[in-house]
């Protein structure tokens, strides 16, 4: 008999880059071990490679690949179960680039399962931490077409041609799969993705790693990738607001909110048909389900099973989540 569902936690994978730097452990007092620094941590992945292990509770250390076998639709909900099965659908990470990660694009759901059997990677970004003046990469800052792109790569004339945009703590960037970006040195940000490791390496600044070595890239695997239309606005618009739930980010891949709240509120997710990932990026708050307190803190991740309709999320100094599912 299967064990009821609750508020589910996993263990942190910690991914040392050649870009990453300490603010996981500094910032968000996550350690990081021995590793020489931490650029990524992968909170809730269903990426074969990497699938989370749960933390805590009767299910501990099941993966998650192991409960949705076993759960199914009781924890994506019957949509999500019926179009991904098996595989979780979403990726949470956090990223701190120490220095500017490469110029890079991903592929659409098309190309990704042409080329690897694979989703696509459409993601977001909403920057929880910068270092003054902090910059990132999205898209292009003039109209773009592929022979054009061309003659500025094969110049060493790519950065005039990308758009950069400051950005600064509560910033949000959607990125839809195709457009070139990278995330620039000095960002702490916490990143919602679809289920894909696919990345294609533009540039990489003539880095070398720790052998002396530059790392790969993937010059003609990115040309039918990206997308070439210029946007005149890259940066998310939005009117962030105390104790009130600001839809941030809305796509068929998942639909990202920000709650920055005062005091302690109530959830109502019934008229949902998918779990629910709340992002702590700052503050602490317990959720309260049937009878049983589950503590988050900032730097935390949980994972709400779609049988979980309502709860509590009790504060005594506030907290601020993102909150993502599939509508």
């Avoid at 099965?85 to 890079?104: C, H, M, R, T, Y």
């Avoid at 779609?306 to 599939?326: H, R």
Wanted: hydrophobic share 35%; net charge negative; proline share 3%.
């Amino acid at each position: 008999m299967s064990k009821t569902l609750y508020p589910l936690k996993f263990k942190t994978i910690f991914k040392d880059k050649i870009w990453g730097g300490q603010k996981i452990r500094t910032y968000l007092h996550k350690d990081f071990g021995n590793l020489p620094n931490c650029g990524e941590t992968w909170e809730i992945s269903g990426v074969k490679s990497d699938v989370s292990i749960v933390h805590g509770g009767a299910l501990d250390g099941e993966s998650l690949a192991d409960l949705l076998e076993q759960y199914g639709a009781d924890l994506v909900g019957e949509k999500v179960y019926k179009h991904f099965g098996n595989i979780f659908p979403l990726l949470v990470k956090f990223i701190d680039a120490n220095e500017d990660l490469s110029i890079q694009v991903h592929p659409n759901d098309e190309l990704a399962k042409k080329r690897h059997n694979s989703f696509g990677k459409t993601e977001m970004w909403y920057i929880i931490e910068s270092d003054p003046g902090s910059t990132l990469i999205a898209g292009f800052n003039q109209e773009m077409d592929e022979q054009k792109y061309l003659e500025k790569f094969n110049s060493g004339h790519l950065m005039d041609v990308l758009n950069r945009e400051t950005a600064n703590e509560g910033d949000v960037f959607f990125l839809p799969a195709g457009r070139v970006h990278t995330i620039g040195a000095g960002l702490l940000l916490a990143e919602i993705q679809q289920t894909s490791d696919i990345t294609y390496r533009i540039y990489d600044f003539d880095r070398v790693d720790a052998n002396g070595h530059k790392r790969e890239l993937h010059t003609q695997e990115a040309l039918a990738a990206i997308d070439y239309k210029y946007y005149g606005n890259y940066k998310t618009q939005y009117n962030p607001e105390k104790d009130e739930t600001v839809q941030l980010v809305s796509c068929p891949y998942f639909t990202t909110s920000v709650l920055d709240a005062t005091h302690s509120t109530g959830k109502d997710y019934s008229n949902l048909d998918s779990f629910v990932i709340q992002v702590c990026l700052a503050g602490a708050y317990t959720i309260k389900y049937n009878g049983e307190s589950y503590p988050v803190k900032m730097g935390e991740c949980i994972l709400l099973p779609k049988t979980i309709d309502n709860i509590e999320l009790e504060t005594e100094g506030g907290f601020k989540i993102l909150e993502s599912f599939i509508a």
